[in-house]
């Protein structure tokens, strides 16, 4: 199944619920909704990857892509309930040291209010 992207502002952080393969033919896509939003300013994401089932590195570089983007404006991109293939592939790649991920949004979202009180 080709990657299927919900996007759902909250308050001040926007939930990316993406679901099916982030590989080469959705990577682009991912990075465009995350410009878009920052276009319309919007800094920081939540991207659920509850319902990923398989990530290429044309994936893991659409994520990259995106932070790095993000964060040349000052914003931040939280990972959310990556299952447990997916988490192992963010360990071997190392973007567990690059990227917050967390067990679930709401703690991600827990973490983004912190964060956002502490002048992050």
Request: proline content about 2%; some cysteine.
């Amino acid at each position: 199944m080709i990657c299927s992207i919900d996007v759902c502002p909250e308050d001040d952080v926007v939930i990316l619920y993406l679901k099916g393969r982030l590989d080469a033919l959705s990577a682009q896509d991912l990075k465009n909704i995350v410009k878009k939003s920052v276009n319309s300013n919007n800094r920081f994401f939540i991207i659920d990857l509850s319902e990923i089932d398989f990530i290429d590195s044309s994936g893991l570089g659409s994520l990259i892509s995106s932070l790095r983007f993000v964060t040349r404006v000052g914003g931040d991109i939280f990972i959310s309930n990556p299952n447990k293939s997916i988490k192992y592939i963010l360990d071997i790649t190392r973007l567990t040291k690059v990227f917050n991920i967390f067990n679930s949004i709401q703690d991600a979202l827990k973490y983004f209010s912190f964060f956002k009180n502490v002048g992050g």
